[in-house]
């Protein structure tokens, strides 16, 4: 799965979690979650929660830690991806 | 160094459903969903503890500079005396200590590295709409700002 089609997958997620703004029209590789889409911390568990689901993997705490911004998100998806 | 951090009950009802399944392993400890499991109002223990959490790593952030995602390795210890409740968290060999206020409408946690500072810290608690004009330049020690309540941290 490319870059872009994890973006595509994971962006109506990180819409329901995310108020509306400008960053998150323009969501990309950069964008973290907290700073730059204000989304509120414990809904990053639901996010996590809701990619586990939509992509089939099981995203261990470790690898949470580092889900902080897109593009942390798509390398964790990506190695879960490849283990399955 | 001192961390605070206000949960809007009401908005915390509405923005997280931490029933959903696998929510709160991702968050707490065994002890931690032990409390929860135990306690007389579940939702007051989740949003105490998440608090707890939130005000220690607000601290521990600006120590050692490491930006995380990792809420079930901050580990809260609870003490109940008289009415309040202190506790403690603990981020591999570090400790902070901390005083939670539970009211009707939020929960209130103010954190710190040194005990004996707990006592000393004070604490200004807005609620919408009456929040203090710039309230950035105030330079308190530890803004946290969730739903209609503002709380700002001095030492």
């Known amino acids: 799965m490319s870059n872009e089609e994890i973006i595509h997958k994971l962006?109506?997620?990180?819409t329901t979690y995310a108020p509306a703004s400008a960053a998150l029209e323009n969501l990309n590789e950069e964008s973290d979650f907290i700073?730059?889409?204000n989304i509120n911390s414990a809904n990053l568990?639901?996010?996590i929660l809701d990619v586990e689901e939509a992509f089939g993997i099981t995203i261990d705490n470790t690898s949470m830690e580092k889900m902080l911004t897109v593009k942390a998100s798509i390398e964790v998806i990506k190695e879960k991806l490849s283990e399955k | 160094m001192i961390g605070n951090d206000v949960v809007d009950l009401d908005l915390a009802k509405v923005q997280s459903?931490?029933?959903r399944k696998g929510y709160l392993d991702k968050i707490f400890t065994q002890a931690e969903q032990i409390l929860i499991a135990t306690a007389d109002c579940a939702d007051e223990m989740v949003w105490i503890l998440w608090s707890m959490?939130?005000?220690a790593y607000k601290i521990d952030?600006?120590?050692t500079g490491i930006r995380n995602f990792?809420?079930?390795?901050l580990a809260c210890s609870l003490a109940?005396?008289?009415d309040e409740l202190n506790g403690s968290v603990s981020i591999q060999d570090r400790v902070y200590f901390t005083k939670t206020s539970v009211l009707p409408n939020y929960v209130h946690t103010i954190a710190t590295a040194v005990y004996n500072q707990l006592s000393e810290i004070s604490i200004e608690i807005y609620s919408q709409p009456n929040y203090p004009i710039d309230y950035k330049s105030l330079n308190a020690g530890c803004v946290s700002h969730h739903g209609r309540y503002l709380a700002l941290v001095y030492c």
Do not use: G, Q
């Not at chain 1, 962006?11 to 990180?14: E, V």
């Not at chain 2, 990792?70 to 390795?73: E, Q, R, V």
């Open chain 1, 45 to 47: 568990v639901d996010i």
């Open chain 2, 53 to 55: 959490k939130e005000a």
């Open chain 2, 17 to 19: 459903n931490w029933r």
């Open chain 2, 70 to 73: 990792a809420p079930a390795s």
């Open chain 2, 61 to 63: 952030n600006r120590i």
């Open chain 2, 80 to 82: 109940f005396s008289n």
């Open chain 1, 11 to 14: 962006k109506p997620i990180i």
């Open chain 1, 35 to 37: 700073k730059d889409l």
